[in-house]
């Protein structure tokens, strides 16, 4: 069975800090991976995914993940937050042509 | 670039009542996902269409229904309507067999 498991349900970061949100996957074939943004009363919006093209990969509004196949993580980090980074970020996998499983989400809260 | 469309956007309904939500699909996706995400919850796997066919089915109660039209435009469709349907629908479209959704922006349903 597969399943993503994000840890930390709340993340709390300042303005201008690291912001980094774990994501661990388990699947017995090799997975795709994204990373969904929802701000308050809307939808998902796709931020990036792995496909296995390239183990880093970047997306939009500055976010990136690294894809580590011996750790079975897909951390998404950026550099610098800023305060419209604020919103509940979710980890997903599937195979192509499948329903995506969802982690349970983290909510990113940034301070001035 | 056009989106995928779901109408209606906020719907009331009391128990028992049925409800019916759309999900229109980004020009020349063939495939449709919905989802329900309870308050809190990640988002949560119902039904799949590739090519107006069920193609998957997850934790979809007996009550709900749907269907993908012949313009790939889909329904479902919710009957007997309880309180603990009270949730954001998402529906997501895709081409065949391949591993990215698109999301809309959800239909917020609330069960009186």
């Known amino acids: 069975a597969q399943s993503v498991t994000q840890l930390g349900s709340h993340v709390s970061v300042s303005e201008g800090a690291l912001v980094l949100l774990r994501c661990n996957y388990s699947?017995?074939?090799?997975?795709?991976l994204f990373w969904y943004v929802q701000y308050p009363n809307q939808g998902l919006q796709l931020l990036l995914k792995?496909?296995?093209?390239?183990?880093l990969v970047k997306g939009i509004n500055g976010f990136e993940a690294e894809f580590k196949k011996s750790e079975t993580s897909f951390h998404l980090t950026k550099p610098s937050a800023h305060m419209s980074d604020a919103a509940e970020y979710f980890c997903a996998l599937n195979q192509a042509g499948t329903a995506l499983i969802f982690g349970k989400g983290t909510t990113l809260s940034v301070s001035s | 670039a056009a989106g995928v469309i779901q109408s209606p956007r906020h719907l009331i309904k009391e128990k028992r009542e049925t409800a019916t939500l759309k999900c229109y699909p980004i020009p020349r996706h063939d495939t449709v996902y919905w989802y329900q995400q309870g308050p809190g919850q990640d988002p949560q796997f119902l039904i799949s269409f590739y090519e107006k066919m069920q193609s998957d089915k997850g934790s979809i109660p007996d009550r709900f229904s749907a269907q993908q039209f012949s313009d790939y435009h889909s329904e479902l469709n919710m009957s007997s309507l309880e309180l603990g349907d009270s949730a954001l629908y998402f529906c997501a479209s895709s081409t065949a067999y391949q591993e990215t959704q698109y999301f809309g922006p959800g239909t917020r349903l609330l069960v009186l």
């Open positions: 699947s017995s074939v090799p997975p795709y």
């Open positions: 792995y496909t296995s093209a390239a183990t």
